[in-house]
């Protein structure tokens, strides 16, 4: 007969006898369901046996008795306990002291709701580490890996591309009497100043000197003939810089129909063209007037541009959109801007020319073009009064026939029924081409607020980001055209940055393209394009 | 550290009513805790109770560390769920952030701008070090912050300067050793360049230094005496013009890149001096009686094409200080106190078309020891910011802003840090708050700027 324990219950105080093999385990009692530690030696009889769950016998490691028989010589189980071993319970006071053998008996021994809460933040590791992996800030930006993976290589421009037509009068027609050069042969190496000399004795002026080109700025190969910063020569060349703190605008003693011309400074190239000669300009009342001398003809200037840019009349969009991807698409000249948006307004993409043209006249609102090519392009949408206040700061702003412009003017006058001398004087504080679309009171805040936040970023990489989600903000609210000005603005915070600009540049781009094409903006395809030559 | 264990006395009565149960159990335990003590509840699912299960301090400890070794690893993708499309996570601003302690994402930010009470949408530390500093003050354009390192009883000072605000850490003007550089002024008109007065303790002199354009400092030459309180003014023709105080009278001199325009010459008995936007105007502190032992002034506005003279404050006995014009420059704030050292500063406002001065702020922090710009006007001109001892809340002092047409007081709430607050500045090219000031984070009193949701 095999040796029996004998177990006086701690709770009921039920009295149960149980085989040997039972010692050193945990059971239920039957009778209350409390969990006993069934001790290792058979119980002594009578009143000396000790509750198994008794504090004493709670604070001792179990010792198995020397004497006591193996469990295999145990045949049966006792009647009195389940047949098999009770399940793990959380380790009741009597058993929580008694040290585990092993580090998998500890776990056994844990409670079920502890294993379980440890079983989900082991889960949840694992899906936040599979998040991290598959997922990323931005899901649809591709990242810059995956730029690589395509060989790195510029697509192919596509047939359109190539073809594009002429490109008609909205800026060939009127602003130049000159027929197009049937060949390339004007190309000539880029000179190593802008070609036009100037002597201007205003401080003011000198502001305007265009920054110095960063590493890596442009691209192998390519001429750096009327590229943005040669453009940006030309201008300062044939111009003076308007002085935020200007209240006039006076060339020679005729006074331009401007108010408030000081609002114009805020563009990033405001520069008030002038035709060669000497010249007095003045920007105050009560001040002196500043001597500007223009060495060079514009219009000549502005017309070589012209033929460089198109061959038998058809804009050369593929030369125009290499130097907008070798600016990171920021421009601070309004010449190239000007002539893309010649080449779309040609291809009757007139949404397209017309934010061109406002994007040239948001870097210059003095480059008189533009504003000639936007009044046409309002007209054909009937935007007559818009067209109207186009014109005269067209022709405000044609400063002795700087552009050439006088004749196309005169006839855009005519067919808008303007009388064609006087003007009413137009407040520039109210200027605005950034885009068309309305902005609320609380989008101008998150405008200030990330604009402002971003000035001490110490990296120009992080202002780009913040920059980048304000356009991503308009993206989101659907006004692309804010989102794509203020993803260039993005780009200008990198474009003259470290080698790491280079990475954020073409996420930048790949969310202009994507902005683009949520729009159903034609422009989506050349940020594709540029995503591959902004590269080191 | 206990937890709650419930048993069931009979199988199945585990699953009856186990919730109420629980929530009955955990009510008494609340009153009455030990370990392995047992609670029968009356009204309890049949057959079951309640134990006291002790869980070992090493245990929980263990658990906790590692929930907060988890959170990190969770933030992120939590943070990912509230991302726009193609929106940057992780921006590192390059300085420490105070509030949020992240960069905020442009959700938050969209939340904060459409909040109605003025809150506190970023706020970080732009620089701190061992030494004080003081009187931040932003350019015209908004793109530069100058402000003073000072040690007051080593008698040194030196001016630092942000000459981009993302620069990582300011230039000192100087690295003179001897040089004791303070009253630094922006041209106005023309954001790069500035004036400042230094003292040169070999010298014994107080002599203004001019920057144009952002270049070297270069001393304003052919001058003898103590010159203090510049202020320039660049013209669209390219004249410079500049206003200074020399032992208590007020000069005035301009020049171009050719040479001088005019040759100094006094315009008033005054100091302070401040220029209107169109260079037309001049706010100064004019020397009422040149007999009085105090400082007695008055605020006038001087016309500088007519010369005349209009007195704007004429209430005696009381100090007045730095004059300040407002955005639209028809109004004037300065600060004033009556006679005595611990006299409170007040701000007041007064109209320059002849109306009378309207008392704004109460018990203002002035700092003691260097005079500042003056009060701190936001872009719109309708209120006048700054610091109050009236409300102080122990060491902490909430931004005060104070509505011109009406004195209504607005109080604005910041992480509260910062101590002691001083020398409030406002950057007056930004539409939204963009406010710089000193404030103790530790021992030395470092330059925080904060933004808030809106004016």
């Given at each position: 007969m095999a040796a029996k324990i004998r177990v006086t219950c701690g709770d009921c105080k039920a009295e149960l006898q149980l085989e040997a093999r039972w010692a050193g385990k945990k059971g239920k009692c039957p009778n209350c369901g409390h969990v006993l530690l069934i001790p290792q030696q058979p119980a002594a009889p009578g009143p000396q046996q000790q509750p198994a769950a008794s504090a004493s016998a709670a604070s001792r490691p179990p010792e198995r008795a020397a004497d006591s028989p193996p469990a295999a010589a145990v045949r049966q189980p006792p009647a009195n306990l389940p047949a098999a071993a009770p399940p793990p319970l959380p380790a009741a006071p009597a058993t929580r002291t008694i040290p585990a053998s092993s580090p998998l008996d500890r776990v056994r021994k844990m409670p079920l709701p502890w294993l379980l809460g440890a079983a989900g933040v082991f889960v949840l590791i694992v899906i936040v580490l599979l998040f991290q992996t598959i997922g990323g800030n931005s899901p649809d930006v591709p990242s810059e890996q995956a730029v690589a993976g395509r060989g790195g290589e510029p697509p192919p421009v596509s047939a359109d591309d190539e073809n594009e037509k002429p490109a008609e009068a909205m800026g060939r027609g009127a602003a130049s009497p000159v027929e197009p050069s049937p060949q390339p042969s004007v190309r000539k190496p880029p000179p190593t100043t802008t070609g036009t000399s100037r002597e201007i004795s205003s401080g003011a002026a000198r502001s305007a000197e265009p920054p110095a080109p960063g590493p890596g700025q442009g691209l192998v190969g390519m001429s750096r003939q009327y590229d943005d910063l040669h453009c940006q020569q030309i201008q300062i060349g044939h111009g003076v810089r308007i002085p935020a703190a200007a209240s006039i605008l006076e060339v020679d003693g005729v006074r331009l129909p401007i108010d408030n011309p000081g609002a114009l400074a805020e563009s990033t190239a405001a520069i008030l063209f002038l035709p060669r000669g000497n010249h007095l300009v003045r920007f105050r009342t009560s001040e002196l007037p500043v001597e500007v001398t223009i060495a060079s003809d514009l219009v000549a200037e502005y017309q070589a541009m012209r033929r460089y840019f198109t061959i038998d009349g058809e804009v050369q969009m593929v030369e125009l959109l290499r130097r907008g991807g070798r600016t990171m698409d920021v421009h601070n000249a309004p010449f190239l801007l000007n002539f893309v948006g010649a080449g779309h307004a040609k291809e009757d993409r007139r949404k397209a020319a017309e934010r061109h043209f406002r994007r040239a006249l948001s870097i210059n609102p003095a480059f008189s073009p533009a504003h000639l090519n936007l009044a046409q392009c309002l007209l054909d949408r009937n935007a007559r009064d818009d067209a109207i206040r186009e014109t005269l700061l067209a022709d405000a702003f044609n400063v002795g026939n700087v552009f050439g412009l006088a004749e196309a003017i005169f006839q855009m006058r005519r067919k808008l029924g303007l009388p064609l001398e006087a003007s009413q004087p137009i407040d520039a504080a109210g200027l605005v081409y950034i885009g068309s679309e309305q902005i609320s009171e609380e989008d101008r805040r998150l405008v200030a607020l990330?604009?402002?936040?971003?000035?001490?970023?110490?990296?120009?990489?992080?202002?780009?980001?913040?920059?980048?989600?304000?356009?991503?903000?308009?993206?989101?609210?659907?006004?692309?055209?804010?989102?794509?000005?203020?993803?260039?603005?993005?780009?200008?915070?990198?474009?003259?940055?470290?080698?790491?600009?280079?990475?954020?540049a073409r996420q930048i781009l790949a969310n202009m393209s994507r902005a683009c094409r949520n729009a159903g903006f034609e422009e989506a395809k050349d940020y594709d394009q540029m995503q591959y030559l902004v590269t080191p | 550290m206990s937890l709650l264990r419930r048993f069931p006395r009979t199988p199945g009565a585990r699953k009856r009513g186990q919730v109420q149960f629980a929530r009955r159990a955990r009510r008494v335990l609340c009153t009455k805790r030990g370990k392995g003590d047992r609670y029968n509840l009356p009204g309890g699912p049949a057959g079951c109770y309640a134990q006291i299960v002790p869980v070992p301090f090493s245990v929980l400890f263990r658990f906790v560390c590692l929930l907060l070794a988890l959170l990190p690893l969770g933030a992120?993708?939590?943070?990912?769920?509230?991302?726009?499309?193609?929106?940057?996570?992780?921006?590192?601003?390059?300085?420490?952030?105070?509030?949020?302690?992240?960069?905020p994402t442009v959700a938050e930010l969209r939340e904060a701008v459409a909040r109605p009470e003025l809150s506190v949408a970023v706020m970080f530390k732009l620089f701190g070090g061992q030494d004080n500093h003081h009187l931040p003050v932003f350019s015209g354009d908004g793109l530069r912050l100058a402000f003073q390192r000072?040690?007051?009883?080593?008698?040194?000072?030196?001016?630092?300067?942000?000459?981009?605000l993302s620069q990582d850490e300011p230039t000192m003007l100087t690295d003179e050793e001897s040089a004791y550089d303070y009253m630094f002024r922006w041209t106005l008109n023309s954001p790069a360049s500035y004036s400042f007065v230094r003292i040169d303790p070999g010298r014994t002199a107080t002599r203004v230094f001019f920057t144009p354009g952002g270049k070297a400092p270069e001393e304003h030459k052919g001058k003898s005496g103590r010159h203090r309180f510049p202020a320039s003014y660049f013209r669209t023709d390219g004249i410079w013009r500049l206003l200074y105080e020399r032992d208590g009278r007020l000069l005035h001199e301009a020049w171009d890149d050719k040479g001088p325009i005019e040759q100094p010459f006094v315009l008033a008995q005054a100091t302070s001096p401040c220029w209107s936007d169109d260079g037309r105007r001049v706010l100064a502190a004019r020397i009422r009686s040149a007999e009085s032992r105090t400082p007695d002034y008055e605020i006038v506005v001087r016309d500088m094409r007519?010369?005349?003279?209009?007195?704007?404050?004429?209430?005696?006995?009381?100090?007045v200080r730095s004059p300040t014009w407002s955005p639209d420059g028809e109004a004037a704030a300065f600060y004033v106190r009556a006679l005595g050292e611990t006299a409170p500063w007040r701000i007041r406002v007064v109209r320059i078309d002849g109306g009378s001065s309207t008392l704004l702020g109460?018990?203002?922090?002035?700092?003691?020891?260097?005079?500042?710009?003056?009060?701190?006007?936001?872009?719109?001109?309708?209120?006048?910011?700054?610091?109050?001892?009236?409300?102080?809340?122990?060491?902490?002092?909430?931004?005060?802003?104070?509505?011109?047409?009406?004195?209504?007081?607005?109080?604005?709430?910041?992480?509260?840090?910062?101590?002691?607050?001083?020398?409030?500045?406002?950057?007056?090219?930004?539409?939204?708050?963009?406010?710089?000031?000193?404030?103790?984070?530790?021992?030395?009193?470092?330059?925080?700027?904060?933004?808030?949701?809106?004016?």
């Open positions: 990330l604009e402002g936040i971003s000035k001490y970023a110490v990296a120009a990489e992080e202002r780009a980001k913040i920059l980048n989600n304000l356009a991503v903000h308009f993206d989101d609210r659907k006004k692309p055209e804010l989102a794509l000005h203020h993803f260039r603005e993005a780009l200008a915070a990198v474009k003259y940055s470290g080698t790491g600009r280079f990475a954020v | 992120p993708s939590l943070r990912a769920a509230e991302l726009l499309e193609g929106e940057f996570d992780s921006i590192d601003l390059g300085r420490r952030l105070l509030e949020p302690s992240r960069f000072s040690d007051v009883a080593a008698k040194s000072s030196k001016l630092l300067l942000f000459a981009s007519s010369g005349t003279d209009t007195v704007l404050s004429a209430a005696e006995d009381t100090v109460e018990d203002v922090v002035v700092n003691p020891n260097f005079e500042s710009q003056g009060p701190a006007w936001e872009p719109g001109g309708r209120r006048i910011w700054f610091f109050s001892h009236a409300h102080q809340r122990e060491a902490y002092y909430p931004m005060v802003a104070g509505e011109v047409a009406t004195g209504r007081l607005a109080v604005i709430d910041y992480p509260n840090r910062c101590t002691t607050p001083a020398d409030l500045a406002i950057n007056a090219a930004d539409p939204v708050p963009e406010i710089a000031f000193v404030a103790h984070d530790g021992l030395p009193k470092d330059l925080f700027i904060v933004f808030l949701n809106h004016y």
